[in-house]
């Protein structure tokens, strides 16, 4: 079982850690046992019946594998305090010794969308980053997803450059970098 990890509580939103076992149950294809694992019902909307968010899963439970002791820096489900629905998913690419560097990244269930959660949870994950070290924060948005765009804007994030993704192609990649302290 994998050490205990720690949600990260906004306005709205708990942002839970996906359990190691979770994640291998999700890429098994049991959703129900997964929901009866991570203690929360996993809407029919995640995973993605086209098989969308497999790759997001597999990559997870890898790293989780990797460095169990850090899960915190990967996947979470996004939990809306008012009724405990699943809303979404966010989290970190990983750790960021893992993957180079602080690397944020959440996707809103569409009957969800339109409230802000996005911004919410991203705000969220940058906040905690910063609490534990972290200076700079990195999202990676395609240029074909204005709504994600928007989420990392809102946020004071810049584009400092582009990439190409295996997975997703092209993509803009934003940077937050938190002020350092004034000088007493």
Not at 7 to 19: A, K, M, N, Y
Not at 144 to 156: D, Q
């Amino acid at each position: 079982m994998s050490p205990a990890a720690t949600p990260i509580r906004t306005l709205r939103l708990s942002l839970v850690p996906l359990l190691e076992e979770t994640l291998a149950t999700l890429v098994a294809g049991d959703r129900r046992e997964a929901s009866r694992l991570q203690g929360v019902e996993l809407p029919a909307g995640f995973p993605a019946a086209d098989g969308s968010d497999d790759f997001f899963l597999r990559v997870q439970l890898e790293r989780v594998r990797a460095d169990p002791d850090h899960r915190d820096w990967c996947g979470r489900l996004m939990i809306r305090l008012s009724d405990g629905a699943v809303v979404g998913r966010c989290g970190f690419h990983g750790p960021p010794w893992a993957v180079g560097r602080a690397e944020i990244g959440y996707t809103v269930l569409p009957a969800y969308r339109g409230q802000g959660l996005a911004t919410e949870a991203a705000a969220g994950l940058v906040e905690w980053a910063w609490e534990q070290g972290e200076r700079t924060v990195f999202a990676s948005v395609a240029p074909t997803n204005p709504a994600s765009l928007a989420v990392v804007r809102k946020l004071g994030f810049v584009q400092t450059g582009s990439q190409i993704d295996d997975i997703d192609g092209l993509e803009l990649v934003f940077e937050l970098t938190r002020a350092a302290p004034a000088a007493s």
